[in-house]
């Protein structure tokens, strides 16, 4: 269940629900707050990852050539010669 602030605090000054009720909904808008902001480290991770593999790849001539060459071997000639 994904909350926004405003029903969150809405459901936190309902003075119907049980206590339990509330803290139980807090904890888990907490914890996909938390999981959200794991999520969101990962994928800046994985782009930094991304970036220095293209930076080593962009500077290194035999990098190049290998990889050239991995995609000659993978892909039919057809796909080579018009995308590449």
Not at 28 to 48: G, H, P, Q, T, W
């Given at each position: ?43 800046a991770f994985n782009m930094c990852s ?12 035999t990098a190049i050539r290998d990889v ?17």
């Amino acid at each position: 269940m994904n909350l926004t602030d405003n029903e969150l605090q809405w459901i936190l000054n309902n003075k119907k629900l049980p206590e339990d009720i509330k803290e139980k909904i807090l904890l888990e808008y907490e914890r996909n707050k938390v999981n959200e902001l794991l999520d969101n480290e990962k994928k800046a991770f994985n782009m930094c990852s991304i970036k220095e593999i293209l930076e080593i790849l962009i500077n290194n001539e035999t990098a190049i050539r290998d990889v050239s060459e991995y995609i000659y071997n993978k892909y039919p000639n057809d796909y080579n010669q018009d995308k590449l």
